[in-house]
């Protein structure tokens, strides 16, 4: 991570440097053109022409097997699962670029985790589990979204990656005027303002407003257009509640044969698992494998002892403003100063004196999709990290992602550097600060959603923010898994259950000697 350097604002110019969606700062070219590189998602076929549903993946038709052990499965070992998919016509596929999760599970002891796949690139895929708890446990395989919506969706990306658009308001006195903005514009079409910011270097162009002058803009907010997609295409994108058209979208596969096995327990000493995943559930409770054990904060006094003296700041997106709801209406002693702040947005405060508690919430910066919201009330997270002293008492917790599915990864991943850079100028000048980097999650989906954050978008994202926060002074704050290994149904809010075990993750690494 890189050495200190001086903070700077937003610039105000008429002019733009340089505009351009898939445009990386010479820092990081190299290693972005690598590491993006690297997470390349396998070819996925063209659309059939003329194009007839009964040629794509079809979940129904689809099916798994559990490849049989001797001896059967103990403890430690590794289940393995084939899955063959077929089109509608119950014809093998032979191509890959499906996207497919799965997942091992035993609802009464509270137990999950999620397989490592592995597409064959020819319509076939192996899932591998490992073996965590004594007992049945019974596979699961689901079609999250078929290889023909994937080329549709890579697409959309090539050809909208302004999709999501935005305007600000500019205004003088009286007079107030609206303009377009967003990370890229054209310049041919009318004159920019060019707002990039001199810190971080993130992009972000409005076009000028016709009689008053940039520095003039005073709020952001986004405005959905109404992107469409050929009928035949949309037909792709199908959910399990519009079963009278089908299913091919986040559709459980069956198995040929048994989906339960039976787990003995361990025989001698467990062998080093292969496929070790982050963690897992038992007992309802996440147990991460190779980090820090995560102990139960159950009631405000258990939660109060823990952030005695220290502070919590937290930046990001609404995922992570669930931590800061979830620990503020625990706490019932907190005052919490947020009355001329966006709900949606903050910036949050809240305090309390008796124990030395402070804890902050603050959404990130452009292209965030809020409403409405004032200048002074977004900021780029580098920025606020380059304002903390940091120290052993002081908590970080970043979680940016969702606001960025909609554009190309050089975008998403100039962002996580600016971010990056400014964690090794904040553990540089405060080595015992403790930095939480919060995954993204799977979600629900239907067509429109798909098209803006679809779970395969999220996917790639969430590649790209582990490679980049490989760093052994931040822990990882394993959403992924814990949303996928879970019961509950897929959210871009994650339930209160699932909120709360991540709660305790980060007040485990706040606090690793208590107890609960």
């Not at 120290?391 to 970080?396: A, L, N, S, W, Y």
């Amino acid at each position: 991570m890189s050495a200190p350097e001086p903070a700077s604002r937003s610039s105000n110019r008429s002019t733009p440097q340089r505009c351009s969606y898939t445009y990386l700062s010479p820092e990081n070219t190299q290693e972005g053109r690598r590491l993006l590189d690297s997470i390349t998602w396998p070819e996925t076929p063209p659309l059939p022409k003329p194009f007839s549903l009964a040629l794509t993946t079809s979940g129904a038709k689809s099916s798994f097997t559990i490849v049989p052990r001797d001896g059967g499965w103990r403890v430690g070992d590794e289940l393995t699962v084939r899955i063959q998919l077929r089109d509608y016509n119950g014809n093998p596929k032979k191509s890959g670029g499906d996207y497919l999760t799965t997942r091992l599970h035993n609802r009464k002891l509270g137990a999950g985790v999620v397989g490592q796949v592995q597409d064959h690139l020819n319509g076939t895929f192996t899932a591998v589990f490992p073996l965590l708890w004594n007992g049945p446990a019974d596979v699961e395989v689901l079609l999250v979204q078929t290889s023909e919506s994937i080329t549709v969706l890579k697409r959309v990306d090539e050809e909208q990656p302004d999709r999501i658009q935005f305007s600000s308001d500019f205004r003088l006195g009286s007079v107030t005027e609206t303009s377009t903005c967003n990370v890229c514009l054209d310049p041919d079409k009318a004159p920019l303002c060019d707002f990039t910011d001199l810190h971080t270097g993130e992009q972000w162009f409005c076009y000028k407003p016709k009689t008053l002058d940039c520095n003039t803009r005073v709020s952001h907010m986004v405005v959905l257009p109404g992107l469409k997609i050929s009928e035949e295409e949309s037909l792709l994108f199908q959910s399990q509640q519009m079963v009278s058209k089908g299913i091919n979208m986040k559709v459980l596969i069956k198995a040929l044969g048994k989906a339960t096995v039976t787990i003995s327990a361990k025989a001698g000493e467990i062998k080093k698992i292969t496929t070790e995943p982050s963690g897992y559930y038992y007992g309802n409770e996440w147990r991460p494998l190779g980090g820090p054990k995560v102990h139960q904060f159950n009631n405000a006094s258990v939660i109060t002892a823990c952030l005695k003296g220290k502070q919590l700041h937290m930046f990001g997106d609404s995922t992570t403003r669930q931590f800061y709801e979830f620990i503020t209406k625990k706490l019932p002693n907190l005052l919490r100063f947020e009355k001329h702040s966006t709900p949606q947005c903050g910036p949050f405060l809240a305090v309390d004196h008796t124990n030395d508690i402070m804890m902050t919430f603050r959404c990130h910066g452009p292209p965030l999709r809020n409403y409405k919201i004032n200048l002074s009330q977004m900021q780029y997270v580098a920025n606020e990290l380059d304002q903390l002293n940091g120290g052993p008492d002081t908590v970080v917790v970043v979680g940016v992602w969702a606001h960025f599915d909609s554009f190309p990864m050089e975008v998403y991943y100039q962002r996580l550097m600016a971010i990056r850079r400014a964690v090794g100028r904040l553990l540089n000048r405060a080595p015992g600060t403790k930095v939480i980097v919060r995954t993204a999650n799977m979600k629900d989906m239907n067509v429109h959603g798909s098209l803006y954050n679809s779970d395969w978008f999220s996917l790639q994202r969430d590649k790209v923010l582990r490679a980049v926060f490989n760093h052994p002074g931040v822990l990882l704050l394993e959403a992924w898994e814990m949303v996928q290994a879970h019961y509950l149904p897929h959210n871009l809010h994650p339930p209160a259950e699932i909120i709360k075990l991540m709660v305790d993750m980060i007040l485990s690494n706040t606090c690793p000697e208590n107890r609960g």
